[in-house]
């Protein structure tokens, strides 16, 4: 188990720029900010019917936030509101539960170490949950 919450994996995806990106004309966008500590992230989608073909964002926020996005960005493809819901939870429990046996994808046990630090939950919920506003919003 990592220890460190900056350990080296985080720092790698905080870096990471695959998917940080304005789209022209997205299919879904929504934005979110993260009141405690001022993180920012904009998500747009690219959908295949119900199901996002691609996710790109842009943010300003901490490395937990940034590396947060990056690994959503990595996995989202596929997922509808539903799963992306289901997996929004499941990350949840994961960090608020030490010893959850919570069925998260293996990429996201990156964030273990944030589950002793409960006001940073926040910074890694953040981009899914701008995701899920995107998806909620039948008018975008």
């Not at 199901?51 to 960005?73: D, H, K, M």
């Not at 539960?97 to 170490?113: A, D, K, Y």
């Amino acid at each position: 188990m990592k220890t460190s919450l900056y350990h080296e994996r985080i720092l790698e995806l905080a870096d990471n720029a695959e998917y940080v990106r304005i789209i022209e004309r997205p299919d879904r966008e929504a934005s979110g900010t993260n009141a405690l500590c001022g993180d920012r992230v904009s998500i747009q989608l690219e959908m295949d019917r119900d199901e996002i073909r691609r996710l790109y964002y842009q943010v300003r926020g901490c490395l937990l936030c940034r590396a947060s996005c990056a690994e959503l960005a990595r996995i989202a493809t596929g997922l509808d509101r539903t799963r992306l819901k289901v997996l929004r939870d499941a990350l949840e429990r994961f960090l608020r539960s030490p010893g959850n046996g919570s069925t998260i994808p293996p990429g996201l046990h990156v964030f273990e170490p944030v589950r002793a630090h409960r006001s940073r939950h926040r910074c890694v919920l953040l981009p899914y949950d701008a995701a899920l506003r995107a998806l909620s919003d039948p008018d975008i």
